[in-house]
């Protein structure tokens, strides 16, 4: 019974080129029948929200919002299940966690923590190229010896769409 | 776009007459229009997702599951979206927090701790009382001077659908 | 090389009674031998730590701070070693796992959820009688059926010390 | 009142150059007068808490760990004030915040989610250059731009013991 979720992780502020990045990955993981799981704020948690939302077809709900503070009115408007840990920051890990796989979105220092706890977790982890920042520089890496794999680089709308389409079926 | 949602808490283990408690109170909350939000394991808290799963009415999703540990598998079969907080037992924390209102069904020390974050944290508090436990025993207790009101008894599974329903109107 | 740790756990707020009981619990875990654990804030906590600071004899360091916020200036003069965790309410539970044994000092529903998770992560617990609130009305119960033990109630400072010794020889 | 501190952050597992270089690490911090905490379990963490408790001179405790478990006795033998979480992964983030400062020695995924931690929440971090591995990698690097400075890499013993001792005079 358990829905499928991607994570996306990105910064909290995003220009208007970084938000159209975020809205094109939400809308491509609720069109590819997945819920979108992020940290439930602004700048490329509220676009990606937004994106999954307004797209043409995706399943219920399509957003998850893991909050860092107390109160579940924090949460961005595109929000749908809200879940409010009151723990901060070590919210991070709970986002990857909750995740079948992790989607970069450019993204500063608070995204990389994101990053490596998708590693250390054990999650599949890409990066959306076109929004740049942490995603795309630890885009190809293989972040430390446990795991044989790397970080998967996604070069476009139609690369991501098919890595969602892969994810399907595992 | 926030889907307003009850905690259940209560016991890892529950006999018989605590889980048809538990699974009444689960449809309870489904009929009502909530989405239930719990602890994601067994005992009452299965029996909760599976009296919502179940219910003859309830909105998408009906379960919302909150894990102690870092492994989305580890959710019980009814449970729709599922958080692997990999925070252990400070994941009761952000079981009441996420929820608009608490309800207790039965409970050992485990549930005495997510009563006791409920009332630290404001959240509306009630206790059913044919499920015994911590929850019958702190029914109609102020736990603490900082809140006004005490801990909502609800007497029978008519009490509880006014509750709900009284919930609706905030 | 571990040090044994007391966690002394009440109230942020507390009246001259309660504070003067909080500084003789601090004061006699140091002079056991033991460094006091608490949340690192005022009221119970603070007199705790300043009780044991000032006591006329104590091991080093007599006293570790385990705050709900980020910053380690918010912790109280006579915190020692301070841990920022950054995770809110839930450093609830660090404070009574760090500890070998823990102690109520009167309390409101904050220190009931810590009573709880102390139960439930099977450490020894003892409320100071003198001090009242959720201590006092929990001493002498057993909080749920899987552990056969009842809270220890300690009537005196002469009660606190003997309990303290016993602590020792375990 | 307070002590303090400076993390080690660094991988579980370390051969026998990694162990040395967490040693001479450990060593350098209690000889500048600052308690060293760090996760509190094997490789890097253990040996710099070895190191520490070795050095020739040093504050008192010299070591504090941070564990993800519920059990203080799963610390290394030199962990002196040992703090068990029970959050798991997600402790990475109070030790960080506990810390004046942060240095990293080698370093996988787990560590990356330091470092990152360490910038996001406006901490001082080096990075010890002659352990290799995440710390190396990001040492000169400015993480995000919501700071102004950069990592500071140490190229030997010399150099750490300079920026230990320029850490006092803040």
């Avoid at 358990?2 to 970084?18: E, N």
């Avoid at 704020?41 to 919002?65: E, H, K």
Wanted: hydrophobic content about 45%; glycine content about 14%; some cysteine.
């Amino acid at each position: 019974m358990r829905r499928r979720m991607i994570a996306v992780i990105g910064s909290g502020a995003a220009d208007d080129a970084l938000t159209a990045h975020a809205e094109d990955v939400g809308a491509a993981i609720a069109v590819a029948g997945f819920a979108g799981v992020c940290g439930g704020l602004g700048g490329v948690m509220s676009a990606a929200c937004r994106g999954a939302v307004n797209a043409p077809s995706g399943p219920t709900p399509r957003t998850v919002a893991i909050l860092p503070g107390t109160d579940t009115s924090s949460a961005n408007a595109w929000a749908e299940v809200v879940i409010a840990t009151g723990i901060g920051h070590a919210r991070n890990l709970p986002i990857v966690l909750s995740a079948d796989a992790v989607v970069a979105v450019g993204g500063g220092a608070g995204t990389l923590s994101e990053i490596a706890h998708s590693w250390q977790e054990g999650r599949r982890l890409a990066a959306y190229l076109p929004a740049g920042g942490w995603g795309e520089k630890i885009a190809g890496m293989t972040l430390d010896p446990k795991r044989p794999d790397s970080v998967v680089g996604l070069a476009d709308e139609r690369a991501l769409a098919h890595w969602l389409d892969s994810l399907l079926c595992d």
